[in-house]
């Protein structure tokens, strides 16, 4: 008697709609991307097709220029401390909410993510009344307070999501062995879900070197480099050198982004 034939899998239908939609909206999204580019290496001061011929000058006006350098200088400290920090305290927090059960735990996640939801003009305008209230003059240090407050939850969503996938026996199988929480998390926890965190300050500092609202309000006499580009937009004859900073900027971001992305799925 012969054996009844399997049915096939169909295979999924093509909608050319969606399709079209998925084009216009990479090409939305990349499109201007290309355009910065291009305009980046254009010999010609001025902003328009066709291009003159290619030229790398802007970058090399962009790198010899002190006040530039030193605004990128500025971006780099603060992006290395508030990710420091942030990551810092989303790690505990990510370990307390996962490990423990205690009172208040949900309002404790929903403060920590609640800079998710507030607009940065609105908390830029917010920080900037109380640091004036506590006579606290602006300066790099109150754009890295501001800086670590909106990052925390960006690392905290990594580090909860990696550490929400470890087993809790483990834990148990630790104490079991004879030791403490604070070697269990030393090592066995903390090795486990450290590309995670690793991932986790690569998207901090990125959040932060690119942030600008919050450095506009908070910096005080020492710009970040997004104000330093937001105020020389009003010189016309800087803009080729802006617009090559702005690719720099930009290609290093992916680069961070795709590195953080890559130790997130391996985690």
Known sequence: MSEPATAQPRAPKRIPVLGGYYALLIALLYLPIVILVIFSLNANQVLAFPLQGFTWQWYAQALANPTAVAAARNSVLVALGSSVVATALATMVAILVARFSFRGKRLLLSLAVLP???????????????????????????????????????????????????????????????????????????????????????????????????????????????????????????????????????????????????????S
């Open 116 to 266: 998710l939801i507030v607009p940065y003009i609105v908390l830029a305008v917010a920080l900037l009344l109380l640091f004036a209230a506590l006579d606290v003059n602006r300066s790099l240090w109150t754009v890295g307070f501001a800086h670590t407050v909106i990052a925390l939850p960006y690392a905290l969503l990594i580090i909860v999501a990696r550490i929400g996938g470890v087993s809790p026996f483990l834990d148990e199988a630790s104490a079991d062995l004879g030791a403490d929480y604070v070697t269990t998390l030393r090592r066995v926890v903390l090795p486990i879900i450290a590309p995670a965190i690793l991932a986790a300050w690569l998207v901090a500092f990125t959040a932060s070197f690119d942030e600008f609202a919050l450095a506009l309000f908070l910096a005080g006499p020492d710009p970040t480099l997004p104000v330093f580009i937001y105020g020389q937009l009003r010189f016309a004859s800087r803009l080729p050198m802006l617009i090559s900073l702005a690719t720099m900027v930009m290609a290093g971001t992916l680069t961070l982004a795709l590195v953080a992305d890559r130790l997130r799925r391996r």
